[in-house]
Nanobody, 126 residues
């Protein structure tokens, strides 16, 4: 059973950058993918980005494409979400979780992810 723990959130100004980390514990099988989601106030949890553990294939939501970069360090069992040009609408609790295999068609389906962390708050002030 994979378990993820997020860290790195904080309060920043619009236009700033911030990097979140996701420590993954447990056995990671071939085809594992790490996903990042966020939940903005009053909204449902939404997909942000994902990366496959073996090939490093990346996926992004349109709202963050070009501003956020997802990556991973297999040796450290850690995933990262580099967030640049942050906007007030990026304010949310950010979560990470894992799943076995992923396709572009279902990468954003949060029901397929397991081992959710407790989340880390990111607040972007205008």
């Amino acid at each position: 059973q994979v378990q993820a723990v997020e860290s790195g959130g904080g309060l920043v100004q619009a236009g700033d950058s911030l990097t979140l980390s996701c420590a993954v514990s447990g056995r990671v099988f071939s085809g594992f993918a790490l996903g990042w989601f966020r939940q903005r106030p009053g909204k449902e949890r939404e997909f942000v980005a994902a990366v496959t553990w073996s090939r490093g294939t990346t996926y992004y939501a349109d709202s963050v494409k070009g501003r956020f970069t997802v990556s991973k360090d297999n040796a450290k069992s850690t995933g990262y979400l580099q967030m640049n040009s942050l906007k007030p609408e990026d304010t949310a609790v950010y979560y990470c979780a894992g799943r076995l295999s992923v396709t572009s068609a279902d990468v954003g389906d949060r029901r397929t992810y397991r081992g959710w962390g407790q989340g880390t708050q990111v607040t972007v002030a205008s």
